[in-house]
């Protein structure tokens, strides 16, 4: 396997350095982009750099990574469009993906907290810390990380994959669902399955997480064992639900997503097929 060529460091701060940056602009949530899908120079950007947010929030191989946020209704310069993280797998090595996904939910968290939720004055970005704080009450709104639980429910050799409407055609996925107050992650996985499966797992054991920019999502990965009960879909949340063996294994998601890590370390290896 060829090593990744890019290195993401993160950091926070205010822009503090002289040198060359790699600017990461955003116009409200959406990721600026030039027409070969890669990050245009501050110079074409041709917008105010005082109308916008600006902060350093790491490096890639050493170069400082700076985020800038303009508000939503900010005009474009033509020739520039924008673009989400999924928009760019395949096109971005690892580690510029990895950039992006803390950029963009940084501008997402700049884009949804203009204003403060206890007395509705402006918030401000401080420099020591991703908080932004209402200088009239001292309330802070700090990034939004919302946790999913992802169960990978296992049956001897076989999984449980489902389908949501949302998804694209033919793929099936593992089981997810976000966390509710006051929940443990393996409750919510438990209520998650009995949900949308009609089924009780045993066993639940880690896998692993991935920071997910949907919009500001940590996708936290189970194994669990079919204990009891008939599977049955969730009427409008899944559309199809199957035990699946590697032999017959449906259309999967991304090889980046972690299901399908999942299901790879399963099976022993599956890098090279079934690929969406
Ligand atoms: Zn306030």
């Not at 999967?252 to 099976?267: E, G, K, Q, V």
């Amino acid at each position: 396997m060829t090593p990744d060529p890019y290195v993401f460091a993160p950091s926070y701060g205010p822009p503090h350095h002289t040198g060359p940056s790699l600017v990461f602009a955003f116009v409200g949530d959406k990721l600026v982009i030039g027409p070969d899908n890669r990050l245009p120079t501050a110079a074409p950007l041709g917008m105010s750099r005082e109308c916008s947010e600006t902060l350093v929030f790491g490096s890639l191989n050493g170069l400082v990574c700076e985020l800038r946020v303009w508000p939503a209704a900010t005009a474009l310069p033509s020739g520039l469009g924008t673009a989400h993280y999924r928009q760019l797998w395949g096109q971005w090595e690892q580690g510029q993906l990895d950039a992006l996904c803390r950029a963009q939910q940084l501008a997402t968290w700049i884009h949804q907290n203009r204003f403060c939720g206890v007395c509705g004055q402006p918030l401000r970005t401080r420099p020591d810390e991703p908080a932004r704080e209402c200088g009239a009450c001292g309330f802070r709104a700090y990034p939004r990380i919302s946790p999913v639980c992802i169960g990978l429910v296992l049956k001897g050799d076989e999984v449980l994959l489902a389908r949501s409407p949302h998804f694209p055609a033919g793929v099936y996925s593992a089981l997810a669902g976000y966390l509710e107050a006051g929940e443990t992650a393996e409750e919510c996985l438990r209520r998650e399955i009995r949900e949308e499966a009609g089924i009780e797992i045993d066993n639940i054991r880690w896998f692993g997480s991935q920071a997910w920019p949907y919009p500001h999502s940590l996708m936290m990965g189970f194994f669990a064992d079919y204990a009891a009960g008939e599977i049955r879909p969730q009427a409008g949340e899944i559309e199809d639900l199957q035990w699946f063996g590697k032999d017959r294994l449906p259309t999967l998601p991304h090889p980046s997503t972690i299901a399908f890590r999942m299901l790879d370390l399963f099976y022993g290896g599956l890098v090279g097929s079934h690929r969406t």
